[in-house]
């Protein structure tokens, strides 16, 4: 690049050529097709599509009915794990809500009743001051209040039974998943594909075979859950063991640890925070999972939010939503706790149980004595329904308010995005032709990643467009561009305001730990009652949802710059704008490319989710396949959406990584 002459440099040409090429066919795709007669050129040949949904589908439904081995069917294999879940997931529902009872239907007899609110409640507040302090135990404990008050309690509690069987078996087997590939090389090379293909797969996509091979029920939604929550615990698990210190290794090593005692009693328990970040993860991840999986039966809280969006009631789904929100919360910050929990101090030598566990013997006492107490006052056990609170009429009254007195505002700034920014960008993803569309990408791809990371892309691209999705790629790619641009709009001068001033970042960081914690299911019921449903109420709910990455990753570029450069740029008289500009933003570059990274993975996934408030991409022939059980249909369409997002996450990771050498800040 000739200097002060950027107009010169083969960089600029290649991209404004690219570019206007591509605007060019975009713009004139139609006429060209007219004029060669080729319908080809705008639509892949129906002929040569691969038929690849329909081998999946016949393949799953073999595997369903006639698959054997040896002795055993692959039927006899679903109801062997359909049976291991079933009956922790009773238990757990039973102590929580069901009771537990002898007989079947009509003529069972409860043996013994459930724990009951205050009992849950007490526990939970336990946990929170064992886990911190008393604040953590008020915040935890006033959350499942709420869901007593306001009449929430049965629905969360199925929820919750979900969460409570789903977390340690995806804790457990990302843990040992993650101590194969910390010890094995190619076990790790082998896992790590399959890992990225689990987390950019669409959340529908894993209801869809699981739906067909376990059936309808909470069961199913228990699989596809685990399946959804456990590769960050692989990853976190096997980063973890590798950034435990040589030193401590070594020391280990040196007084004769075996291999299993270097691993238990050394490498695990040195690993422990960064683990429980894992498992922070994981609940968030089943929470958000076993939501979207009352789609297949999971009941509970996440039922409640969907049947109320399908019958449009505005208060239900706000007080499902909120219910939500609130033991999202509770569960996220205890979890977050006891990942910063230091280990509890070592008890004198001879010590009795009690005196080893002073916390849990005093919990269970206190527990106890109101589960016994239950059995003369009942609302000890049960919150009593006259007592509840319903802000339902509340919500809708809400609404109405703002749809009469706004509507006017609302849609005319709905009319001006959709008419100003949303249809062109559009109109232009949507006339790109297939044929030159696979060519760009691999071009692009294979410019920013290198020439075998161009080819791979530009498969990618090919596989989309000879299995018919092309056109709802595109859409997909679309509504992610734009949705993507304007969280970053929003994200990155507030990740920069929060990164440059302390009481800023407090705020903007309450803020955005509110919306990492909310599922994404909480962000269609606002966004639909008040602009109904269409691309710019899915637009909406992917920015709030994606925003988060954006502003964090900023806030942190700022942070980490070193203060010494900053300082060197005051003494040579920049002005406030020159040292933002040309010293702190180039500088922080690579975290503001991170941060782009993860907001267009969340976008993506988000899209998946808006499917239910009438998108026409990707994620709606999802929903289609979940619908009808079509399996193949539904792998197809979630593998073109993982492959736009392996395809955005290389290019955007390649472009962090040439930064960084740059930069020197490897």
Known sequence: MIRGRPWLSFRFWFWSGLFLLTWALSSFSFQLYKALDARWIIRFPSKYEVPLASWLTDFFK????????????????????????DWPYEQVRSLLIDGFRVGAGSSAIEVLPPLGWICVIVIVVALGWYAKNRYLAALAGACFVYLAVFGQWDAAMVTLASVLIAVPIGVIGGLVLGILAFRHDWFDKMLRPLLDLMQTVPVFAYLVPILVLFGFGPVAALVATIIYAMPPMVRVSTVALRN?????????????????????????????????????????LTLNMVIIAS??????????????????DIGGGIEAGLAIVVMAIALDRLSQAFSR??????????????????????????????????????????????????????????????NVNFFD????????????????????????????????????????????????????????????LWAKAMITVYLCGVSVFIACAIGIPLGI?????????????AIMDTLQTLPSFVYLIPVVMLFRVGDFSALIAVVLYALAPAVRYAAHGIRSIDPQLVE?????????????????????????????????MLALSMLVITALVGTRDLGQEVYIALTKANTGHGIVAGLSVAFIAIIADRIVSALAKSSENRLGLK
């Open 295 to 312: 789609m297949i039966g999971a009941g509970g809280l996440g039922f409640d939010v969907l049947a109320s969006l399908r019958r449009l």
């Open 409 to 468: 505002t609302l849609e005319a700034v709905k009319t001006f995005v959709l008419s100003y920014l949303l249809l062109p960008v559009k109109r232009f993803f949507t006339g790109i032709p297939w044929p030159w569309g696979v060519v760009v990408t691999g071009l692009i791809a294979g410019r920013i990643g290198g020439w075998r990371f161009g080819v791979i892309a530009a498969l990618m691209a090919l596989f989309i467009a000879a299995n018919g």
């Open 341 to 402: 929990k230091p280990p509890d101090p070592i008890p004198p030598k001879g010590a009795s149980f009690v005196q080893r566990h002073p916390w849990f013997v005093t919990t269970l006492a206190i527990a106890g004595t109101i589960y016994l107490a239950g059995f003369v006052l009942p609302w000890l056990r049960e919150y009593p329904d006259e007592a509840t609170i319903t802000t339902s009429v509340f919500w809708e009254s809400a609404i109405r308010w703002i």
């Open 568 to 600: 060197a740029g005051l003494v040579a008289g920049c002005t406030k704008r020159q040292l933002l500009w040309r010293i702190k933003l180039p500088l922080a570059a690579p975290s503001l490319l991170l941060g782009l990274n993860q907001t267009i």
């Open 497 to 509: 305001w929060a990164g440059s001033n302390d009481r800023t970042n407090s705020v903007v960081g």
């Open 244 to 284: 435990v210190p040589v030193e401590v290794v070594e020391a280990a090593k040196i007084v004769g640890c075996t291999k299993r005692q270097l691993l238990w009693k050394v490498l695990v328990p040195s690993a422990m925070p960064t683990l429980m970040v894992g498992v922070n993860q994981v609940i968030m």
């Open 62 to 85: 073999w595997l369903q009915n006639d698959a054997t081995f040896g002795l055993f069917t692959f039927r006899d294999a679903t109801r062997f794990v359909s049976t291991i879940l």
